[in-house]
């Protein structure tokens, strides 16, 4: 009867340090290089009619142009503006003073997907390289914990991925670009053939293929923590290509809604998953060429917005207060999720306590 007692005190305490927490699964997706300033303000008008990045104006224009930024946010990416901005959360509209920040200086990819998942800043990642991450990161700590062994997926488009989350060492599952899918599925056999025999034109996979990939690995092997990093953003910005720019957010915005649709489907995942959504780094914005660019030297490319949605979430929708979040508070924001402190050799900051706590 004592033991009973202690184990429901405990069980309270617990409660009341995390609040009736319901996550179990987390899913992070990634949009690379897409601008705050498109999620929060639909298409750019300085740049959806210039002929210089776009080949159809007049057909671009109907797609993804309205009078208001709600109206065009709207249409660029549904699923962020009905799921999220009524069921979760999203951060970093600057012209409301909502601000998430790269705490790295360097504002491109391989440090700002570092300082996600290792919460640290390290100022000696500063390259794209193919180099091993030698900084713990969340996921390699989540997949230590008994109840997550084995249980955490990553997909990702971009090669370097492996050399980011340490593979090597950290034996969490990662697939990227073209490295073969070893499944006995037919689905999984199939998108295999796929990204063999797909044209290539920015270098890696098509995201669709990765999601794909994603996808049918979700179904068949249910992973607890699933992370998809999607490419395309960033690669046809530097391209100069805004049309095409545009679409490759709005194509990943409905890979998102039919994940989700998944997730809320499989009673492993209903109601116990939480989603976060993000990138690496910003883009110029202040210099409107500089949209194209990213990196220490291009102002505002340090500027980056979060969006969560799930059970623990409070369904805030978008923040319209001033505040200021860093990207490396996701690391240890993950691990809270499930009630995880994630405390590695390096430094990290306290999580973004609204996403999960009232
Ligand atoms: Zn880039």
Same mark, same amino acid.
């Given at each position: 009867?004592?033991?009973?007692?202690?184990?429901?005190?405990?069980?309270?305490?617990?409660?009341?340090?995390?609040?009736?927490?319901?996550?179990?699964?987390?899913?992070?997706?990634?949009?690379?290089?897409?601008?705050?300033?498109?999620?929060?303000?639909?298409?750019?008008?300085?740049?959806?009619?210039?002929?210089?990045?776009?080949?159809?104006?007049?057909?671009?224009?109907? /797609? #993804?142009?309205?009078?208001?930024?709600?109206?065009? @946010?709207?249409? +660029? %990416?549904?699923? *962020?503006?009905?799921?999220?901005?009524?069921?979760?959360?999203?951060?970093?509209?600057?012209?409301?003073?909502?601000?998430?920040?790269?705490?790295?200086?360097?504002?491109?990819?391989?440090?700002?997907?570092?300082?996600?998942?290792?919460?640290?800043?390290?100022?000696?990642?500063?390259?794209?390289?193919?180099?091993?991450?030698?900084?713990?990161?969340?996921?390699?700590?989540?997949?230590?914990?008994?109840?997550?062994?084995?249980?955490?997926?990553?997909?990702?488009?971009?090669?370097?991925?492996?050399?980011?989350?340490?593979?090597?060492?950290?034996?969490?599952?990662?697939?990227?670009?073209?490295?073969?899918?070893?499944?006995?599925?037919?689905?999984?056999?199939?998108?295999?053939?796929? /990204? #063999?025999?797909?044209?290539?034109?920015?270098?890696? @996979?098509?995201? +669709? %293929?990765?999601? *794909?990939?994603?996808?049918?690995?979700?179904?068949?092997?249910?992973?607890?923590?699933?992370?998809?990093?999607?490419?395309?953003?960033?690669?046809?910005?530097?391209?100069?290509?805004?049309?095409?720019?545009?679409?490759?957010?709005?194509?990943?915005?409905?890979?998102?809604?039919?994940?989700?649709?998944?997730?809320?489907?499989?009673?492993?995942?209903?109601?116990?998953?939480?989603?976060?959504?993000?990138?690496?780094?910003?883009?110029?914005?202040?210099?409107?060429?500089?949209?194209?660019?990213?990196?220490?030297?291009?102002?505002?490319?340090?500027?980056?917005?979060?969006?969560?949605?799930?059970?623990?979430?409070?369904?805030?929708?978008?923040?319209?207060?001033?505040?200021?979040?860093? /990207?490396?508070?996701?690391?240890?924001?993950?691990?809270?999720?499930?009630? +995880?402190?994630?405390?590695?050799?390096?430094?990290?900051?306290?999580?973004?306590?609204?996403?999960?706590?009232?």
């Amino acid at each position: 009867m004592k033991k009973i007692f202690f184990i429901i005190l405990f069980s309270c305490f617990l409660c009341s340090l995390f609040g009736q927490s319901k996550t179990e699964n987390i899913i992070i997706v990634t949009l690379d290089g897409f601008r705050w300033q498109e999620v929060f303000g639909g298409a750019d008008s300085s740049l959806i009619t210039d002929t210089i990045y776009v080949r159809d104006t007049a057909s671009l224009k109907q /797609q #993804f142009w309205a009078s208001t930024a709600s109206e065009r @946010r709207e249409k +660029l %990416l549904p699923f *962020f503006w009905s799921a999220i901005s009524k069921q979760g959360q999203l951060y970093g509209n600057r012209w409301k003073q909502n601000k998430v920040n790269n705490a790295n200086k360097y504002w491109f990819s391989y440090p700002g997907y570092n300082e996600i998942f290792t919460g640290y800043p390290d100022d000696s990642v500063n390259s794209n390289k193919k180099i091993w991450n030698q900084n713990e990161n969340v996921l390699e700590f989540i997949n230590k914990q008994a109840n997550y062994k084995d249980k955490v997926a990553v997909f990702s488009t971009w090669d370097v991925f492996p050399y980011i989350l340490n593979n090597r060492r950290s034996g969490i599952f990662v697939n990227a670009d073209v490295d073969t899918l070893r499944f006995n599925s037919p689905e999984l056999k199939l998108i295999n053939e796929m /990204q #063999f025999l797909t044209t290539k034109p920015l270098g890696v @996979r098509p995201d +669709l %293929l990765t999601y *794909f990939a994603a996808r049918e690995y979700l179904k068949t092997h249910k992973p607890k923590v699933l992370y998809i990093a999607f490419d395309e953003t960033d690669d046809l910005a530097h391209e100069g290509l805004y049309d095409q720019y545009l679409s490759a957010a709005h194509a990943e915005d409905a890979m998102i809604t039919d994940l989700w649709k998944i997730v809320q489907s499989m009673p492993e995942s209903r109601d116990k998953t939480t989603l976060l959504i993000t990138y690496d780094h910003g883009r110029g914005y202040a210099v409107k060429e500089e949209w194209k660019h990213h990196g220490e030297k291009v102002k505002d490319a340090g500027q980056i917005w979060i969006a969560a949605l799930g059970p623990d979430t409070p369904p805030i929708g978008e923040l319209g207060t001033e505040q200021l979040f860093y /990207q490396r508070q996701l690391a240890t924001t993950i691990a809270a999720l499930i009630r +995880l402190k994630f405390q590695p050799r390096h430094p990290v900051m306290e999580p973004i306590y609204s996403i999960f706590k009232k």
